[in-house]
């Protein structure tokens, strides 16, 4: 008797099988997290004024680029660090762009207009689809893209701890001649 009840089940799971083989590759079709040393898909999404934000642009400076939601502790931690640290470098050198993970457009720049001290490009990824092309997972992430625009470094999270060595890091992409003027002596854009 049991084994007549075992070769249903084993005559429904071979016709099953093939059915659900494509389901366990779904993650092999995901487009993989761009890595150190590789270019970072160049679209970003829409900024506050509707233009597409394009890394290709900013090539020939440092970019900070950080995934974060006005939910989360740490990224509200972390964008008034980045925003000062673009101030002190100067814009024409560092530039930090904040894409947003998921939240409703008008939140997002209704966050933006109401901590206008932080000189920051937002952009909009309500979506997620920016954040799934880039890997996020969990935020803050962030990634550090050299003047030539490849990818230098990626953080995962944030840690008061781990600020001196990111300054560091940012410090040594920075050309001779950005890094030995004065703090806050950047061109007015």
């Known amino acids: 008797m049991e084994r007549r009840n075992r070769r249903p089940f084993g005559l429904l799971l071979c016709c099953l099988l093939p059915l659900l083989a494509p389901l366990s590759h779904a993650a092999d079709d995901a487009p993989a997290s761009p890595r150190v040393g590789e270019f970072p898909p160049p679209l970003l999404g829409n900024n506050r004024q509707g233009q597409m934000v394009d890394l290709e642009q900013r090539r020939g400076r440092i970019v900070v680029l950080t995934f974060w939601a006005s939910w989360c502790g740490p990224c509200m931690r972390e964008l008034p ?109």
């Open 81 to 189: 660090i980045l925003a000062q640290l673009q101030k002190v470098v100067g814009k024409d050198a560092l530039e930090v762009i904040a894409v947003n993970w998921g939240e409703p457009r008008a939140d997002v720049f209704a966050f933006a207009r109401r901590n206008g001290k932080l000189d920051l490009e937002y952009v909009f990824d309500g979506k997620g689809e920016t954040a799934a092309r880039y890997g996020v997972r969990a935020i803050p992430r962030m990634l550090v893209l050299d003047h030539e625009g490849r990818i230098a470094s990626i953080h995962v999270g944030y840690s008061a701890d781990a600020l001196p060595g990111f300054m560091e890091e940012i410090v040594a992409l920075l050309p001779d001649e950005i890094r030995n003027r004065p703090p806050g002596n950047a061109p007015s854009p």
